[in-house]
């Protein structure tokens, strides 16, 4: 099994660190990765999210992606006889605007070799929301917006099966984001009912495999206090694995030290 971490983070991140690419290429080359997927949030629509002091931390600002591919181009040359650096991003999921990835697409999918497509964003109370940001504003956005978690797992399994449709589109490898993201307060809210998660997750394999979208083994949750459990559970890696999905291992790090952790855990369920 070739290792590989296809999801990782830069200080093109503002709700990351500002380490330079370079500790975090060493890192995995200290751990004996062998390529290395940089996949940073690209920039979003203007006004995305009402809350203005978040939008800035969200993704870079529209001028900085061409600054970041040259980087990017220049970290991947500097250690290419240690590691397969591969450029890529982590898209969103824009519903409604999906005309702005697809222009962000035209203008630099010929840079990219590896794209990450994430459901970081609902419609919610009065716009879009993170699902990923505080319990709090999770709860008064998204959870009272729509009455119930099983609501809302519906809906964001609804978006998540848009976001297949769209990857489907792209010519570079791809891959699904940290597919259970919607769990990552799970200690802080109303439990959800695991028949309905087991069932919507279910749903999905046949979708990935007629697609060729992969799967981001993301272990992020697994460092989460609120979480506690990888974004994709064990049963689902074992399904998509016997299917020949792709299932491609993410420690979504978005400093140095995060490189690599939990690379066991994704080793044991894909044996
Ligand atoms: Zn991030
Ligand atoms: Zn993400």
């Known amino acids: 099994m070739m290792k590989w971490d296809g999801h990782t983070h830069t ?140 609501t809302l797992i519906d809906i964001y399994f609804d978006h998540v099966e848009l976001a297949i449709e769209h990857a489907s589109r792209l010519s570079m490898r791809k891959r699904i984001g940290h597919l259970n993201l919607i769990t990552k307060f799970a200690h802080k809210l109303p439990p959800v009912s695991e028949p309905l998660m087991r069932e919507r997750l279910e749903q999905l394999l046949p979708l990935l495999l007629e697609s060729g979208v992969g799967v981001d083994i993301n272990v992020a949750g697994l460092r989460v206090a609120t979480c506690e459990q990888a974004y994709v559970p064990s049963w689902f890696i074992t399904k998509a694995t016997e299917l020949g999905i792709e299932c491609v291992y993410g420690s979504d790090a978005h400093k140095p030290e995060q490189v690599g952790l939990f690379w066991d855990w994704y080793e044991q369920n894909m044996s």
Request: with cysteine; aromatic share 16%; net charge negative.
């Open 11 to 150: 200080q093109f991140c503002y709700h990351g660190n500002d380490a330079p690419l370079e500790k975090y290429v060493e890192q995995a080359i200290a751990l004996g990765f062998t390529r290395y997927s940089v996949t940073e949030h690209p920039p979003i629509p203007v006004g995305w999210v009402n809350n203005e002091s978040l939008f800035q931390e969200l993704a870079m600002p529209e001028q900085e992606l061409e600054q970041y591919f040259a980087y990017v181009q220049q970290v991947k040359l500097k250690y290419q006889d240690q590691i397969e650096v591969t450029i890529g991003l982590e898209l969103d999921y824009l519903h409604g605007r999906t005309d702005y990835t697809d222009e962000l697409i035209s203008k630099w999918g010929h840079l990219l070799e590896d794209v990450v497509y994430s459901v970081h964003y609902l419609p919610g109370r009065d716009g879009m929301y993170c699902v990923d940001f505080t319990a709090e504003d999770f709860t008064k956005n998204l959870l009272q917006y729509y009455g119930s978690m099983d």
